[in-house]
């Protein structure tokens, strides 16, 4: 098949990997280069880079709306159009551009966990399952037709950054599998329950703060899901600190007060049901250490409380 793949960061490039090995993919369609990193300096996009190396026409419009963007796509006389994790809503006209239809890998069982950040979604939920999603894109977000779903577990070592990673792959073999039975005209066509949508919307700072008034279970699903990124994150002794391993145990005590130290693992907080350990956490300007180093670095104790 002649394929315009659209995608941007890098779970989407073992999609694009995976189309490439079996069909011609006439011209990869990515975010322009953006400011990047602590640093902000402007690079290319993962895809952008991994296509150029295969020699890939590569092509980054402000707005892929744009009368002569879709005037563009429309003469590379694609067969199907692939979109994975673009970072742009597809128009309606490029929607029913290609003979086969415009499909879309989504990390996520839909129709649970339509929108932006389905992975940190699921941790934080504690869902002990989920999995990735090719369909066919329609005009409403992640509600077009189902083609293949695929599950995966989620461990409860799992962050999102882990999680993510084994989604990236399972996409991209469930992609090369969709586009087989699609080329072949057998790939399925299933209606979403449109009743059964929940929704996972792109992520902001505040979504990551850690209330120890909340259940520990809670947090520690919510320290998981928000690691790597936007990184969870509270308030102590005046300090903005980021959470990077917690779990929960079997303690009792105020919320937000240290109820015990314990040598090599951490500190444990109380929590507004049981207490979360605190096992790695991160200063303003500093680099991530132990729970037990951060205890000695602000010199905690039993009894303190960490919200004053």
């Known amino acids: 098949m002649r394929i315009i793949f659209m995608g941007t960061p890098d779970f989407a490039v073992p999609s694009l990997r995976v189309a490439a090995q079996e069909h011609e993919v006439l011209a990869v369609v990515t975010q322009p280069d953006r400011p990047r990193g602590r640093g902000q300096r402007v690079s290319y996009s993962p895809v952008k880079s991994w296509a150029l190396d295969q020699g890939l026409t590569v092509l980054q419009p402000e707005r892929i709306g744009a009368s002569q963007v879709m005037d563009e796509l429309e003469s590379y006389g694609a067969d199907l159009f692939v979109v994975v994790a673009f970072g742009q809503k597809i128009p309606t006209r490029l929607l029913e551009m290609p003979k086969f239809g415009c499909i879309n890998v989504h990390s996520s069982l839909l129709p649970k966990y339509r929108g932006a950040a389905p992975i940190n979604a699921a941790i934080v939920n504690g869902e002990s399952v989920t999995g990735v999603t090719t369909m066919y ?9 189902l083609i293949l779903q695929a599950e995966e577990p989620i461990y409860p070592e799992d962050t999102a950054g882990t999680l993510h990673d084994r989604l990236m792959e399972k996409g991209a073999l469930l992609l090369g599998e969709t586009l087989r039975l699609i080329e072949v005209g057998e790939a399925p066509r299933v209606p979403q329950n449109h009743d059964e949508a929940t929704f996972a919307f792109k992520l902001a700072k505040e979504d990551a703060y850690v209330d120890f008034s909340r259940p520990a279970l809670e947090l520690a699903n919510l320290i998981r899901g928000m690691n ?5 994150h509270t308030d102590i002794l005046g300090e ?19 109820l015990s130290l314990l040598p090599g693992q ?6 507004g049901e049981g207490a979360l350990l605190l096992e790695e956490l991160q200063r303003p300007n500093s680099k991530a ?20």
């Open 137 to 145: 894109l329609s005009e409403e977000w992640d509600a077009g037709d």
């Open 228 to 232: 790597p990124w936007p990184g969870a």
């Open 240 to 258: 903005n600190v980021k959470i990077w391993k917690a779990r929960p145990v079997e303690q009792t005590g105020s919320p937000g007060c240290i």
């Open 266 to 271: 951490g500190l444990v907080v109380g929590c």
């Open 289 to 308: 250490v132990s729970g037990q180093d951060f205890a000695n670095g602000l010199r905690l104790a039993v009894g303190d409380y960490l919200q004053r």
